[in-house]
């Protein structure tokens, strides 16, 4: 189960978005925090810290 | 009026030969829109008068010196988030009612030098996101093989107008399977390239690591025929590839005999069971790749729901930052769809993000392990036949895992090929993918199968 998503805690991140949500914008939104939070679950697997994102870059001979 | 529309392989032989006119061509298909396109809505613009002035000034240039190419006089259509010069590119947005283009994108420049005519701009799902939308000044498309039902998306109007022979051949774009699942529902054949193939220079962004401009037409072949104006290298698109470009056409009639093809059974069976219509397809497509000499195995890969978190999340994330401006000053002139697309980027994390994005290096490592031995792998596109339009959910990221996600999130190249027609008369798809820059292959495969199959002989109803 992931956490309860509060409506103080939705206000903020919406504020912190810089979103201007109606309430039934707000609910609806709510609703669907559980399957993003199941989204978010599945992609942390036990990788460790020395793994790296895949979008660290390389220098090429067109920087040089 | 079925029988008259040709495909663009036949079209560019009779051309060659002067045996059709591209002034004629383009008529008809320009009546055809006219005849078809008030059921469709597969169209935002139509260029007519521009098109025939391209067609007469083809025509002239073929008769005195023959045609520059195969596209040479073929009628095309571009999705609406494709800039075009003095052309109006919406995005089927509000936000863009007026906006027009002072250069072309760079896919439309390449198929413009290539000599295609330009028919128009077709329909998108607004921004290439959300679904179809009943609130914005252009209606959502038709699918051709019955009007009540949906076409899929985001190049929704480029496969109705495929099927229906209101053009050639189209433009695309592919984040999450805008070009494959339109190819699917439509009963077309669509291809999303590899990442990098084709440039993405002067098309509205959708989520910029995994958006792909490709083509979408009635065969492999035309669609063979189209990427090869399309690909190569462009340094205004920071992931354009830098590599030679192959003759995409060279091998497509060498055959499959010997050619190691992989099922993911457990993306259709397990993970996300498809329809039995959908399921006979893909068996039958498996039956007919033996029949032509190709090895067939099983593959293992994560779980298609374990693809579409990964790709879900990077796709929220990233469309919520290229639209963050508006959707902070102007999210009501969105449709109800996109707005709530936007809103969902304020409950992502950034921590989430990064971690999608080390999932995807781990799941694209493993894609590549499983096809190391493989030409290709096969799979569903879409889990069913069309569903009619007004059920699609408007939260459909979460409905059902995507089954071409996973070639979005490892950037593999992926095309959608008819593969039978379900109880409601509407077609079903098998998808297959190849390696990265392995186009040749992949086309060579699927051209295979569409020769040993009836599909290709059959159009929409609406059309007899």
């Given at each position: 189960?992931?956490?309860e998503l509060?409506?103080?805690a939705?206000d903020?991140?919406?504020?912190r978005?810089g979103?201007?949500?109606?309430?039934?914008q707000?609910?609806?939104?709510?609703s669907?925090?559980?399957q993003?939070?199941?989204?978010?679950?599945?992609v942390r697997?036990?990788?460790?810290?020395?793994?790296?994102l895949a979008?660290?870059?390389?220098?090429?001979?067109e920087?040089? | 009026?079925?029988?008259?529309?040709?495909?663009i392989?036949?079209?560019?032989r009779?051309?060659?030969?002067?045996?059709?006119?591209?002034?004629?061509?383009?008529?008809?298909?320009?009546?055809?829109?006219?005849q078809?396109?008030p059921?469709?809505?597969?169209f935002i613009?139509v260029?007519e008068e521009r098109?025939?002035?391209?067609?007469?000034?083809?025509?002239?240039?073929i008769m005195?010196?023959?045609?520059?190419?195969?596209l040479h006089?073929?009628?095309?259509?571009?999705?609406?988030?494709v800039?075009?010069?003095?052309i109006?590119?919406t995005?089927?947005?509000?936000?863009?009612?007026?906006?027009?283009?002072?250069?072309?994108?760079?896919?439309?420049?390449?198929?413009?030098?290539?000599?295609?005519?330009?028919?128009?701009?077709?329909?998108?799902?607004?921004?290439a996101?959300?679904g179809?939308?009943?609130?914005?000044?252009?209606?959502?498309?038709?699918?051709?093989?019955?009007?009540?039902?949906?076409?899929a998306?985001?190049s929704?109007?480029t496969?109705?107008?495929?099927?229906?022979g209101?053009?050639?051949?189209?433009?695309?774009?592919?984040?999450?399977g805008s070009?494959r699942g339109?190819a699917?529902?439509?009963?077309?054949a669509?291809?999303k390239?590899?990442?990098?193939?084709v440039?993405r220079?002067?098309?509205?962004p959708a989520a910029f690591?995994?958006?792909?401009?490709?083509p979408?037409?009635?065969?492999a072949?035309d669609?063979?025929?189209?990427?090869?104006?399309?690909?190569?290298?462009?340094?205004r698109?920071?992931?354009?590839a830098?590599?030679?470009?192959p003759?995409?056409?060279?091998?497509l009639e060498r055959?499959?005999?010997?050619s190691?093809?992989?099922v993911?059974?457990h993306?259709?069976?397990?993970?996300?069971?498809?329809?039995?219509?959908t399921?006979r397809?893909?068996?039958?497509a498996?039956?007919t790749?033996?029949?032509?000499?190709?090895?067939?195995?099983?593959?293992?890969?994560?779980?298609?729901?374990?693809?579409?978190a990964?790709?879900?999340?990077?796709?929220?994330?990233?469309?919520a930052?290229?639209?963050?401006?508006?959707?902070?000053?102007?999210?009501g002139?969105?449709?109800?769809?996109?707005?709530?697309?936007?809103?969902?980027?304020?409950?992502?994390?950034?921590?989430?993000y990064?971690?999608?994005?080390?999932?995807?290096?781990?799941?694209?490592?493993?894609l590549?392990?499983a096809?190391a031995?493989?030409?290709?792998?096969?799979t569903?596109?879409?889990p069913?036949?069309?569903?009619?339009?007004?059920?699609?959910?408007?939260?459909?990221?979460f409905a059902?895992?995507?089954?071409?996600?996973p070639f979005?999130?490892?950037?593999?190249?992926?095309i959608?090929?008819?593969?039978?027609?379900?109880?409601?008369?509407?077609p079903?798809?098998i998808?297959l993918?190849?390696?990265p820059?392995q186009?040749p292959?992949?086309?060579?495969?699927?051209?295979?199968?569409?020769?040993?199959?009836e599909?290709?002989?059959?159009?929409?109803?609406?059309?007899t």
């Open positions: 189960m992931p956490p509060t409506d103080q939705l903020y991140l919406i504020a978005a979103l201007s949500l109606t309430e039934a707000k609910a609806d939104l709510k669907v925090h559980a993003l939070s199941e989204m978010a679950r599945r697997k036990p990788r460790g810290r020395m793994t790296e979008h660290v870059y390389n220098f090429t001979e920087d040089l | 009026m079925a029988a008259a529309i040709p495909t392989a036949a079209a560019a009779l051309i060659a030969k002067k045996e059709l006119s591209p002034v004629e061509l383009t008529r008809a298909c320009l009546d055809r829109i006219h078809l396109d059921r469709l809505h597969a613009h260029t098109a025939l002035a391209e067609a007469r000034a083809a025509e002239a240039a005195a010196g023959g045609p520059k190419g195969p006089g073929i009628p095309i259509g571009l999705k609406d988030i800039d075009t010069k003095g109006p590119t995005c089927q947005s509000r936000l863009l009612a007026d906006n027009i283009p002072d250069q072309d994108a760079a896919c439309a420049a390449r198929l413009n030098g290539a000599g295609t005519i330009l028919l128009g701009k077709t329909t998108t799902h607004e921004f996101d959300g179809p939308s009943f609130d914005l000044p252009w209606p959502p498309a038709r699918n051709p093989w019955n009007t009540e039902h949906f076409t998306g985001s929704s109007g496969g109705a107008a495929v099927a229906a209101l053009i050639l051949g189209g433009i695309g774009t592919d984040t999450g070009i339109p699917a529902f439509c009963g077309i669509g291809i390239p590899t990442y990098g193939l440039s220079a002067g098309v509205a690591s995994l958006d792909h401009i490709g979408m037409a009635w065969t072949e669609c063979a025929l189209l990427l090869q104006a399309l690909a190569g290298h462009d340094p698109d920071p992931a354009s830098n590599r030679p470009v003759d995409y056409t060279a091998e055959g499959i005999k010997g190691r093809i992989g993911i059974h993306f259709h069976e397990v993970d996300y069971p498809v329809s039995p219509a399921r397809g893909i068996d039958n498996i039956a790749l033996r029949g032509l000499g190709a090895e067939i195995r099983d593959v293992q890969l994560a779980p298609l729901q374990d693809w579409g990964c790709g879900s999340l990077i796709s929220i994330v990233e469309r930052a290229a639209y963050e401006e508006w959707a902070r000053t102007r999210l002139e969105f449709s109800e769809r996109v707005q709530r697309r936007l809103m969902l980027g304020a409950l992502v994390s950034g921590v989430d990064v971690q999608a994005v080390r999932r995807r290096r781990e799941l694209r490592a493993e590549q392990a096809m031995d493989l030409d290709v792998v096969l569903a596109t879409q069913n036949e069309a569903p009619r339009i007004d059920t699609v959910p408007v939260w459909d990221t059902a895992p995507s089954f071409m996600m979005n999130v490892s950037g593999y190249p992926a959608s090929l008819c593969s039978g027609f379900g109880e409601g008369g509407l079903v798809a998808q993918v190849g390696k820059f186009e292959t992949l086309l060579r495969v699927a051209h295979s199968f569409e020769k040993a199959t599909f290709r002989h059959r159009r929409p109803p609406l059309l």
